[in-house]
């Protein structure tokens, strides 16, 4: 199976995706001094494994990070300040709505200093709505750790509801999944 999500085709990259505050679009050279910030965070490492050294960053990210389908970089006022990603859930993985697992999966990550301003919520809500104008019937599912507070949050604004608890990676994990059409904030 692709890591590409293909139910029926989607041209890859879309045009940017504007909303209020935000611009999603497909990652450029400009963004990787901030996606390289962004994966370097102690911060934003806490409940993804673990922030990676800056030195490996730097010699491991591509001169255009990210070029990929599912693959926006979120901006705002012209600066980069997350990701968003929509790639098929690995089979492997604890966590899935379906037997066979595939299913798309929704990821996020925001720098820091965009915490607690709702641009989480803003950006995972129009990229469900260009996930769901390309494919009306599939649904989407979400996994955080149940520690992450403020995932959780945005998980429930955005419209996911719980599908289940397991432990992985040492720690209590969420799933949950989202249907075309859910109303989100």
């Not at 901030?34 to 934003?44: N, T």
Request: aromatic share 10%.
């Amino acid at each position: 199976m692709s890591d590409e999500i293909t139910v029926h085709p989607v041209a890859w990259p879309p045009a940017p995706i504007k909303t209020e505050r935000l611009v999603l679009r497909q990652s450029e050279a400009r963004d990787r001094a901030a996606l390289i910030d962004l994966f370097a965070s102690p911060e934003v490492g806490t409940y993804v494994g673990g922030s990676r050294p800056r030195d490996e960053l730097e010699r491991a990210l591509p001169e255009v990070p990210g070029q990929r389908f599912g693959f926006f970089v979120v901006v705002l006022n012209g600066t980069t300040i997350g990701m968003i990603t929509l790639d098929r859930r690995d089979p492997e993985r604890k966590g899935h709505i379906r037997p066979e697992g595939g299913e798309p999966e929704l990821g996020y990550l925001f720098l820091p200093q965009a915490w607690g301003r709702g641009y989480a919520t803003e950006a995972c809500a129009a990229a469900l709505n260009w996930f769901a104008d390309a494919h009306p019937s599939e649904p989407v599912v979400l996994s955080t750790q149940t520690a992450n507070e403020a995932s959780m949050r945005v998980a429930a604004r955005l419209g996911f509801t719980e599908v289940e608890r397991f432990e992985d990676y040492g720690a209590e994990q969420w799933l949950g999944v989202w249907y075309p059409g859910t109303p989100s904030d």
